[in-house]
């Protein structure tokens, strides 16, 4: 199977500022953890909507997974807020996505927020793209395999800041979705991986 990774804003746009942290440089940061994840799993092949720090467009996004014929689009994202106070994580289909969609968004879901609670992150729920501010993503919904969007943590709350600029947080961040990807598709470790969601 094919996982189109896809690592939100880069070039000019920069996404969320957290303290010292770019959205941009964090979603990369993990679609290239999970990408080296994904594929220590046999049968998993992995492409990326950027691999650099330029701009694209959620069209291109979403016509390259498309054109790649992915399997599954993952698109990843950091919380934000003017309110430093709030917290949490959260996951987002289209709210026109049928039910494989939903049932691969409720199980991704449930493992992060599985592996997420250990460091007393909230689980704020799984969501539609019509609760977002602007109502909708266009990524999610011109792709026309599953697509997720992962909303990891708020770049913007102090504690949530530090782990996303944490290695070691991320990376066993990123080892947990690529477990919850690799049960989902039933794909076997091609070599021992240490579980971080049990």
Not at 152 to 169: G, M, P, Q, R, Y
Request: proline letters at 3%.
């Amino acid at each position: 199977m094919l996982v189109c990774l896809d690592p939100g804003h880069g070039g000019e746009d920069v996404g969320a500022i957290g303290f010292s942290l770019l959205e941009k440089n964090v979603c990369l940061d993990i679609a290239y953890r999970l990408r080296r994840k994904l594929l220590a799993y046999e049968g998993i092949k992995v492409t990326m909507t950027r691999s650099i720090d330029i701009n694209v467009s959620a069209e291109e996004r979403s016509r390259w997974a498309n054109e790649q014929d992915a399997d599954l689009f993952l698109s990843i994202h950091t919380n934000a807020s003017p309110d430093s106070s709030l917290s949490g994580f959260a996951s987002y289909v289209s709210v026109i996505a049928g039910y494989e969609t939903r049932r691969i968004q409720c199980w991704l879901h449930n493992q992060i927020a599985c592996f997420l609670r250990r460091y007393g992150v909230v689980d704020l729920g799984k969501k539609n793209d019509t609760e977002i501010f602007g109502g909708q993503l266009p990524v999610l919904r011109k792709t026309k395999m599953p697509a997720i969007s992962i909303a990891s943590l708020f770049i913007t709350h102090s504690k949530e800041n530090h782990l996303l600029a944490d290695s070691a947080f991320l990376d066993h961040y990123a080892q947990c979705m690529a477990e919850g990807i690799a049960r989902i598709y039933k794909c076997k470790p091609r070599e021992n991986v240490n579980s971080f969601c049990e």
